[in-house]
């Protein structure tokens, strides 16, 4: 392996590490310090939630515990194969890292407990997490990565 990639693999090891790390502390602290259902104001509009997902985005195959946990996996394995082919290219770490770790981040709490913590709460739209943060900017890297290639021909 190169040395960019092996650089690669090594930024998008530790930027996935740290995303599963924050998400998991802070759903710990949000269960430990809201009671399950309730919430706490914190400034427009914006609460601080205790609520629980066993579906994916907006709910969605709330029923399906395994095909959610298979369909992460899956997509945990194709984000692994992706940096594989793609380590050494600029940038590609940050998607892989934060999309590995925000769907590794929401994974534990499906194997754990059978639904996802989320708490942080904006009005007129679902609660989420830090894993799903990190999920949508890893989407956004992923978009600008390909956009910067079409700019260039290579797509």
Known sequence: MSAPAT???????TLCGV??????????????????????????GIELTNVRNRGIAFGLFDDGRGTVIALTSL???????????????????IAAGLLAGGAIGNLVDRVRD???????????????????????????????LYWREADRGRV
């Open 75 to 93: 997509a945990i394995v194709a984000i692994g194969v992706w940096l594989a082919r793609h380590a050494a290219e600029r940038g590609v770490w």
């Open 114 to 144: 059978d639904s996802v913590i989320d708490f942080i709460d904006p009005p007129l739209w679902p609660a989420f997490n830090v894993a799903d943060i990190a999920i949508t900017a890893g989407v956004l890297v992923l978009l600008s």
């Open 19 to 44: 995303v599963v790390a924050l998400d998991q502390v802070t759903k710990a602290i949000a269960d430990g310090a809201i009671v399950r259902g309730d919430s706490v104001d914190l400034a427009l």
């Open 7 to 13: 650089r690669g693999w090594a930024l998008a090891l």
